[in-house]
């Protein structure tokens, strides 16, 4: 049994990452803003105590970025990078749930700001010497998973089952072969369910640049 700590784990996705490591005999905490519940514990991105990821065996970010620019640099760039420098210290693994569109926000301007600072966020992450795994949802929905395609370099355009996105940060957390690679997830009924040690396994570790 091990222990992980769940950043975002009050949300729909973050609560069907600590579902599944439940599940799976292991202790969770899922931090919150405002917390309820014994496994619980106060966090907030914008200025995370490290303690609360003493002795953690693993930790997975799981965060809906702020819309004031200013705010979701603070949670989502200056925040990951704490929680990187923390899992850099205790050589514990971190999966980021971020999403498409990082490496182009002039797509999307209404949401530029907060994808800017996710992609600074993301990139500090790397830089961080921890052990990571960056997941990047597509839109994201709530109805049963079915084929996924996994895809990297940032280019594709769909929708991603939040219980595929769960599967694929657990799956991350235990498997050394998703360390230092970053991916994009969307449905596609033409592809299989995912065997993520063999999907991990395929991918290409990120390159030591910005950009991905
Ligand atoms: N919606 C989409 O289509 C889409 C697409 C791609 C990627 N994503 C990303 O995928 C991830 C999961 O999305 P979701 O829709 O499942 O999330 P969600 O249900 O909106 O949950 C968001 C979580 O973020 C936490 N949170 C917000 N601000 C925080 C802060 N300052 N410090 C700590 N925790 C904070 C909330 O916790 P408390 O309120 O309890 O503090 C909550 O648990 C997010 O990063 C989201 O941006 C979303």
Redesign the pocket.
């Known amino acids: 049994m091990s222990s992980f700590v769940v ?9 069907r990452i600590a579902e599944r490591l439940t599940a799976a005999g292991h202790d969770v905490v899922v ?5 309820a519940g014994a496994e619980a514990v106060r ?4 200025a995370p105590d490290p303690a609360v990821f003493a002795g953690a065996d693993g930790i997975v970010i ?5 819309k004031d620019a200013a705010d979701a640099e603070a ?1 989502m760039h200056h ?1 990951v990078a704490a929680i990187a420098a923390v899992a850099a210290r205790e050589d514990v693994p971190v999966v980021l ?4 569109y990082v490496t182009r926000a002039a797509e999307h301007p209404e949401m530029a700001a907060r994808i800017e600072a996710r992609a600074r966020g993301e990139q500090t992450l790397r830089d961080s010497g921890a052990q990571y795994t960056i997941v ?5 929905h709530d109805l049963a998973t079915g084929g996924v395609r996994i895809e990297q370099g940032d280019t594709g355009e769909g929708r991603i089952s ?1 219980d595929a ?1 769960a599967a694929a940060a657990v799956a991350a957390l235990f498997d050394p072969s998703a360390s230092g690679k970053t991916f994009e997830l969307y449905d596609d009924q033409e592809s299989p369910e995912p065997d993520w040690s063999t999907v991990f396994a395929a991918l290409s570790p990120d390159p030591e640049s910005a950009d991905l």
């Not at 931090?31 to 917390?35: C, H, V």
């Not at 749930?97 to 498409?100: D, W």
């Not at 990047?136 to 994201?140: A, E, F, I, K, T």
């Open positions: 950043v975002g784990g009050t949300g729909r996705t973050g609560s931090s919150s803003r405002e917390p966090l907030d991105l914008a799981s965060v809906e970025p702020p949670v925040g749930v971020s999403q498409i990047r949802p597509s839109w994201l939040r996105v």
